[in-house]
Nanobody
Framework: QVQLIESGGGLVQAGGSLRLSCAAS????????MGWFRQAPGKEREFVAA????????SYDDSVKGRFTISRDYAKNTVYLQMNSLKPEDTAVYSC????????????????WGQGTQVTVSS
């Protein structure tokens, strides 16, 4: 089993930055692809970014390219989402997800989920 615990959400003004963390536990952490998804009120969950088990291959939604950066620290079993130049439309609950090996952009392809952390960007 894999457990995921997110942290780092909060309230920030437009143009500001936040860094989300996702701490993973379990025997297969080094083999996990990790993704971030978000869901705003009244909207469907959407893909934000993902990083493959190798820590090299990444994928971003077009809406966050150039502003968000995903990374992982194998020693800490933690994945980070650095969010810069935040916009009000980035406001959502951000959830960390995991699956074995390769990244996917579809939420249903992920087997493990964290509880989510709220990010609110004020204008």
């Amino acid at each position: 089993q894999v457990q995921l615990i997110e942290s780092g959400g909060g309230l920030v003004q437009a143009g500001g930055s936040l860094r989300l963390s996702c701490a993973a536990s379990g025997r297969t952490v080094s083999r996990l692809a990790m993704g971030w998804f978000r869901q705003a009120p009244g909207k469907e969950r959407e893909f934000v970014a993902a990083i493959q088990y190798d820590g090299v291959t990444t994928s971003y939604d077009d809406s966050v390219k150039g502003r968000f950066t995903i990374s992982r620290d194998y020693a800490k079993n933690t994945v980070y989402l650095q969010m810069n130049s935040l916009k009000p439309e980035d406001t959502a609950v951000y959830s960390c997800a995991a699956r074995l090996w390769e990244i996917q952009v579809v939420a249903t392809q992920y087997n493990y989920w964290g509880q989510g952390t709220q990010v609110t960007v004020s204008s």
